[in-house]
């Protein structure tokens, strides 16, 4: 299907600090260059050509709290 074009099953979050590097081509090292991507709007919002994205193109404007509180709560994710 053509809307499936370069589609990927997205991962749960269980332990996701320790599954670095990040995203499907490991451009991300830290959860927080994940989050920091994610709050400029994806790759759309950082203006690359991305024909599938699914997310807005627009920024979240989260707040360096709020980024960090996000990143607090996926390090709770985390089990022995």
């Known amino acids: 299907m ?5 589609a990927y099953k997205t991962p749960g979050l269980r332990n996701v600090a320790k599954t670095a590097p990040y995203m499907h081509n490991g451009v991300y090292d830290t959860l927080e260059e994940v989050v920091d991507f994610y709050n400029k709007g994806g790759g759309a919002g950082l203006g690359l050509p991305v024909d599938n994205q699914t997310l807005p193109f627009d920024k979240l404007s989260l707040t360096q709290q ?5 990143v ?6 985390t089990d022995e």
Request: no cysteine.
């Open 2 to 6: 053509p809307q499936l074009k370069n």
């Open 66 to 70: 709020e980024m960090d509180d996000i």
């Open 72 to 77: 607090a709560f996926m390090k709770t994710l």
